[in-house]
């Protein structure tokens, strides 16, 4: 009997690495691809936690699979729920190899139209963005394509969203539809320095007869990795969202320090390409709102010089504060101001409100709690 953590998940691989490890529990190969669909059905549509729930298999198919695979779900360490609906949870992956087991966050944000699940790549980043509290956490490691989909399942089978699922009594979700509807890689860590896991389980968030998600409801947020940027548009093709921040590589240097490796000028270049290349309509630049640093009418205006000729939308984020951070939130009014002056001249430029304070859930605040948690 194989120990449970040694056994290969089946969460996560595609229909032909699927069809070879069930083709290896002596499946006959005439079966292979019937079996790898209904077992995908029970995965993704079903949210099938183990394989007694697969009634279409037999007896003794069920018992052969439970022996040599898993379909290995987070442990929930913690479940904060937030006045404003939003729930976060703190996940445990086991160890792999000589590694401890690992935490991430994972966070879900409903709205009237939308209901959005803010997902982990990376357990830390190896980036140091000054004014985001992830960036100060070590780098543990990359997840896996199981694990980055396993948050999505698990947040699915908590909301109650899989066919004929209930869900939880006291549940604030949109108003009709998918109560998990849409997909945002803005958790911890840097997605595209976990390309391949990260594109693997889009890959199946994407897939009709996987999560069926529409490209227009999978957003890869990135700090700008340019190369990779390129292979997001030719190889994912959802839609992407650029932490931009600052309009000047002197600052952005020190914001995003990833800057001093790929400038403005390739990052910009990057982004003018990307619709053409990945179908997608128009991207989002983020840019946080951080008092005398990055918010004077200057900013604005090159902020409008800048994505000149590039179909977007600016997110405004007030700065999320936490114990030690070196910056403060722009003013409200000047947070209006920088806008006002941006949606004059025909840039979209929503700002994002908050959600979840109560519960530490912002952007940028991911894990510090549970890590402060660990320190006292
Ligand atoms: N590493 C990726 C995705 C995770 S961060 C990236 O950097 O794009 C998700 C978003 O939150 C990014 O735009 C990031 O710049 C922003 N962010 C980080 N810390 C923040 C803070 N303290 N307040 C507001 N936004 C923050
Ligand atoms: Fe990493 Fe993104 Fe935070 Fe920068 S903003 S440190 S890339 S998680």
């Not at 040694?6 to 079966?31: F, Y």
């Not at 070196?326 to 700002?351: H, M, N, V, W």
Request: a neutral charge.
């Amino acid at each position: 009997m194989s120990l449970e953590h040694e056994k290969t998940c089946l969460i996560g691989l595609d229909r032909s690495a699927l069809a070879a490890a069930i083709g290896s529990a002596d499946v006959p190969v005439k079966q292979l691809s019937m079996r790898t669909k209904q077992i995908w059905h029970w995965l993704y549509h079903r949210g099938a936690s183990s394989f007694d729930e697969m009634l279409n298999l037999s007896k003794d198919l069920r018992a052969t699979l439970a022996e040599k695979f898993t379909i290995s779900m987070p442990e929930i360490v913690d479940e904060q729920i937030s006045n404003d609906g939003t729930r976060k949870w703190l996940l445990r992956f086991p160890a792999r190899g000589a590694g401890a087991p690992v935490e991430v966050e994972t966070v879900y944000i409903p709205e009237r139209d939308r209901g959005t699940l803010c997902v982990s790549s990376q357990v830390g980043c190896s980036l140091t963005c000054t004014f985001c509290h992830t960036g100060t956490q070590k780098m543990v490691r990359n997840l896996e394509a199981s694990e980055i989909l396993g948050q999505i399942l698990l947040a699915r089978s908590q909301l109650g969203d899989f066919e004929g699922q209930e869900a939880p009594y006291d549940l604030i979700a949109p108003l009709e539809g998918r109560k998990l509807s849409n997909i945002v890689m803005m958790g911890m860590g840097e997605p595209l320095f976990n390309f391949e896991n990260v594109k693997q389980a889009l890959l199946i968030a994407l897939d009709d007869s996987g999560l069926c998600f529409s490209r227009r409801r999978i957003t890869l947020s990135t700090s700008g990795v340019v190369p990779n940027i390129f292979r997001t548009a030719e190889e994912i093709r959802c839609m992407l969202a650029i932490s931009l921040h600052a309009t000047r590589d002197e600052l952005r240097d020190v914001l995003v320090p990833i800057n001093r490796k790929y400038p403005l000028e390739t990052l910009i270049d990057a982004c003018r390409k990307y619709p053409t290349i990945s179908g997608a309509r128009r991207i989002t630049f983020e840019y946080v709102m951080l008092k005398d640093v990055n918010d004077s009418l200057r900013d604005a205006r090159e902020l409008v010089e800048l994505l000149q000729g590039i179909p977007s939308k600016v997110n405004l984020i007030p700065f999320n504060p936490w114990p030690g951070s070196e910056y403060q939130c722009s003013d409200e009014k000047t947070i209006d101001r920088f806008s006002e002056y941006l949606a004059d001249r025909g840039l979209t430029a929503p700002i994002r409100r908050p959600r979840g304070r109560d519960i530490l859930a912002a952007c940028g605040q991911l894990k510090s709690e549970s890590q402060r948690v660990k320190l006292t």
